[in-house]
């Protein structure tokens, strides 16, 4: 079993910055791919970023040049650092991980979802 927990959303005033967290647990062998996607109310869940086990990127064209995401591999631990926050980006952010169990089987895995309002 390997668990995704998600921290740091919260509400922000236009132009703000937040920085979310997100922290693999359990019978982990090793992490793939790790990314964040979004899902505001009304719309489907989109991609935000991904970031490879090398350290190779991925992003939405909407949030290019404002968001960075980085992950620490000795911590199982993937960063969302989110810039210039506009109210469109207003949605719940869920962790999503590619996980290697001890058992050498592949999981796809979502966290439980963090909330981000950006409002004046």
């Known amino acids: 079993q390997v668990q995704l927990v998600e921290s740091g959303g919260g509400l922000v005033q236009p132009g703000g910055s937040l920085r979310l967290s997100c922290a693999a647990s359990?019978?982990?062998?090793?992490?793939?791919?790790m990314g964040w996607y979004r899902q505001a109310p009304g719309k489907e869940r989109e991609l935000v970023a991904r970031?490879?086990?090398?350290?190779?990127?991925t992003y939405a064209d909407s949030v290019k040049g404002r968001f960075a995401i980085s992950r620490a591999n000795a911590e199982n631990t993937v960063y969302l650092q989110m810039n210039s926050l506009k109210p469109e980006d207003t949605a719940v952010y869920y962790c999503?991980?590619?996980?290697?169990?001890?058992?050498?089987?592949?999981?796809?895995?979502w966290g439980q979802g963090t909330q981000v309002t950006v409002s004046s």
């Open positions: 999503n991980a590619d996980a290697r169990t001890v058992a050498r089987v592949i999981v796809n895995c």
């Open positions: 359990g019978s982990i062998f090793s992490i793939d791919d």
């Open positions: 970031i490879t086990s090398s350290g190779s990127t």
